[in-house]
């Protein structure tokens, strides 16, 4: 069937699976009409997974009422407790919903209302003609560049069940759009360390830790704390690695192996594992690597052949190391007065990197900060000058407290899930950035709302900011991401259109002008059908 030749019947499909969702949405009970669900099971436990983890739902006449991890899961997340509260928040927006001075005006209306302006319920065809007209309006008169989606996805956790790539089909068959590049997590480590070390890093799989068990002798923690981290997922997670975990604080524990943690504050992992910390000062992690690089070149207990053999630029960073460039020398003493360890501390921690094989394991905290980039990009080099990147349990990785860094992974298959078309049908609209650029790192979002025509050097290119009239999220909540709250509101009232898809999570803000929640009835399936809609109107 082509997806450029639709039925009325279609159309009418959809509205009867909105029908039945709608009726969920004002029932008593979010999940489910009481009634339908009490027909054949009053009483059931109901397997289903989130982002701290797999559980079940105890549901009773169609109302969940108790929650309890997976069986098979060893070491289950407390805050499982928390997921209903979720489900059954008073907050959560079950129906469409418009403020009601654009529902007047369009995009004429008072923007400075935003916030302070009640919303108006309307129906799902409402919402629905409504999400068309203004991305036909939008494309036609400030083409591609006009039209925004940025964050998307982070409260879903299926495969299918997966808001972005379904907005994401049904945006590419109407026309192009502004996209991001990065997220909020590890942006500048995973622009960088391509070209450091090769690899984006931050989401590869790491050296496995059975491996870090069986031959590493000391484990620096470098702003990372996998016991707190290591709770939640961007899918589901199985909690594997606490195992592992169990087995290096036994080794702590015996003496057998040396944990050292690189942090400002106290973390979760050093209190379980009760091993050493160094509370240096705030974001001076970059001064306390360069003078530990600096006693490690001094007293020659670097690697020089693996330097000489599998690096390149070393020759160009020494004379800023010992000094040649700006007369000063980047040693230890230079580095304890702007990290607030003691110099021979320093000096001792960089002679123990070189005794036995050490794992350096490297969080994302630490490169959510201007010049962020360098962090990773020095643990590298610290880590190239030991000399024991490549080898069982030593080197370096970014992804030890994300989605189970460490554990052992399947060759199998992998569900690749929702995405995008692999024969699209023809847009709607031609791609049309009318000299903009077609995407922007995402958390320069606020910065293109306010200057749009701006020029920004990214990644090896200049990017020119486009002027977004139209922003669209899925399952995501812009405002929570932003480190200026302020700075965002004012951006916001740029916006002749801000329209958030959530499927199954918290409403996203206060300050969109249209909201569209889809009731649970309504799966990624059909979110993919609004796509047809899109088409045709």
Not at 153 to 166: N, S, Y
Not at 254 to 281: F, H, W
Not at 339 to 349: F, H, N, P, T, V
Not at 412 to 432: E, T
Request: with cysteine.
């Amino acid at each position: 069937m082509s997806f450029q030749n639709i039925s009325s019947s279609r159309r009418r499909f959809i509205q009867g699976i909105m029908a039945t969702g709608a009726l969920s949405a004002i029932s008593t009970g979010p999940l489910m009409s009481r009634a339908w669900a009490a027909e054949s099971n009053p009483e059931q436990w109901i397997q289903s997974g989130c982002h701290f983890g797999a559980f079940e739902a105890k549901v009773i006449n169609g109302e969940w009422t108790d929650t309890r991890p997976f069986k098979h899961d060893k070491f289950p997340c407390d805050m499982l407790k928390a997921v209903r509260e979720i489900v059954y928040n008073p907050s959560r927006v079950r129906y469409p919903m418009v403020r009601l001075d654009w529902l007047l005006k369009r995009e004429k209306s008072d923007r400075s209302q935003r916030g302070d302006n009640r919303f108006v319920r309307v129906t799902w065809d409402q919402a629905l003609d409504l999400f068309w007209q203004e991305l036909e309006r939008v494309q036609k008169q400030y083409g591609s560049s006009g039209v925004f989606t940025g964050l998307a996805d982070w409260q879903m956790v299926g495969k299918l069940h997966k808001a972005g790539g379904a907005i994401d089909r049904a945006l590419g068959m109407h026309g192009s759009y502004v996209t991001t590049v990065g997220d909020y997590s590890a942006a500048a480590a995973q622009e960088v360390l391509p070209h450091v070390i090769g690899s984006l890093e931050v989401y590869e799989q790491q050296t496995s830790l059975p491996l870090v068990i069986e031959n590493t002798n000391t484990i620096i923690l470098w702003g990372c704390d996998p016991i707190k981290n290591l709770q939640i997922e961007y899918l589901v997670p199985d909690h594997e690695p606490f195992g592992y975990w169990q087995q290096i604080k036994d080794k702590v524990t015996q003496g057998k192996m040396r944990v050292i943690s690189i942090d400002p504050v106290r973390s979760k992992t050093q209190n379980y594992l009760g091993c050493e910390q160094l509370a240096l000062n705030p974001q001076t992690d970059v001064a306390l690597m360069l003078g530990l690089a600096h006693t490690l070149y001094s007293e020659k207990l670097y690697d020089e052949a693996f330097v000489k053999e599998y690096s390149v630029g070393f020759e160009q960073f020494l004379p800023y190391l010992t000094g040649e460039t700006d007369k000063q020398p980047k040693d230890a003493k230079w580095a304890a007065a702007i990290c607030g360890i003691d110099a021979e501390k320093i000096r001792e921690l960089a002679r123990q990197l070189v005794k036995g094989r050490t794992q350096f394991m490297g969080g994302w905290c630490v490169q959510r900060m201007h010049h962020g980039e360098q962090y990773p990009w020095m643990l590298v080099v610290l880590a190239t000058m030991v000399g024991q990147i490549g080898l069982p349990g030593g080197g370096v990785g970014f992804g030890w407290h994300y989605n189970g860094g460490g554990t052992i992974t399947s060759k199998g298959p992998v569900l690749s899930g929702l995405g995008g078309l692999s024969n699209p049908p023809k847009a709607v609209h031609a791609a049309d950035f009318r000299g903009a650029s077609p995407h922007i790192p995402v958390s320069r979002m606020v910065d293109c709302l306010l200057s749009p025509g701006k020029k920004l050097a990214f990644n090896g290119e200049t990017l020119t900011f486009p002027d977004i009239k139209m922003a669209i999220f899925t399952a995501a909540n812009p405002f929570h991401a932003q480190q200026d709250r302020n700075r965002m509101i004012e951006a916001w009232k740029k916006l002749e259109l801000s329209l958030f898809l959530t499927i199954n999570g918290q409403p996203p803000a206060v300050l969109p002008i249209l909201f569209c929640r889809l009731p649970p009835a309504m799966n990624a399936m059909i979110l993919s059908n609004l796509a047809l809609t899109l088409i045709k109107g």
